[in-house]
């Protein structure tokens, strides 16, 4: 991979929240939220704006890390983004990234959406993983 920028994505059923970072710097940054239906083309701006090399899917498990009907579905949507989209794609674990966001939400200057605020809390986690342990899906 040329490119150390990301894009990370909290994806749900109707919104998914974006987010941006970079390897270097070693941060990530809440972008926003779009409607999960146009998300892909989005994306696809976003790759282009900011020189994207991977994006990093938030990976719903129950808190004992066993998948739920919710982990099959976005399993699903990451198979059929990767026909559209021509990166690799690597999943991190969300587990209670939303109540992190929440928690997060009162330091952030600007007024961010909590879905964003999910995604970022996501690609801050892979960024903090070393790259041995990040799993592609």
Avoid: C
């Amino acid at each position: 991979m040329d490119s150390k920028e990301y894009l990370s994505l909290d994806v749900g059923l109707k919104r998914t929240g974006i987010a941006r970072g970079s390897e270097v710097a070693r941060l990530s940054e809440p972008l926003m939220t779009v409607a999960t239906t146009s998300v892909l083309a989005k994306l696809k701006d976003l790759i282009e704006e900011y020189n994207v090399g991977a994006i990093v899917v938030g990976l719903p498990r129950n808190l004992h890390g066993n998948n739920t009907q919710q982990t099959n579905w976005v399993r699903d949507w990451v198979i059929n983004a990767k026909h559209k989209i021509d990166l690799p794609f690597y999943w991190q674990d969300e587990v209670l990234s939303t109540r992190i966001a929440e928690a997060k939400k009162l330091s952030y200057k600007k007024v961010h959406d909590i879905d964003s605020l999910a995604a970022a809390v996501i690609l801050q986690d892979f960024l903090d993983t070393p790259e041995a342990d990040r799993t592609l899906s």
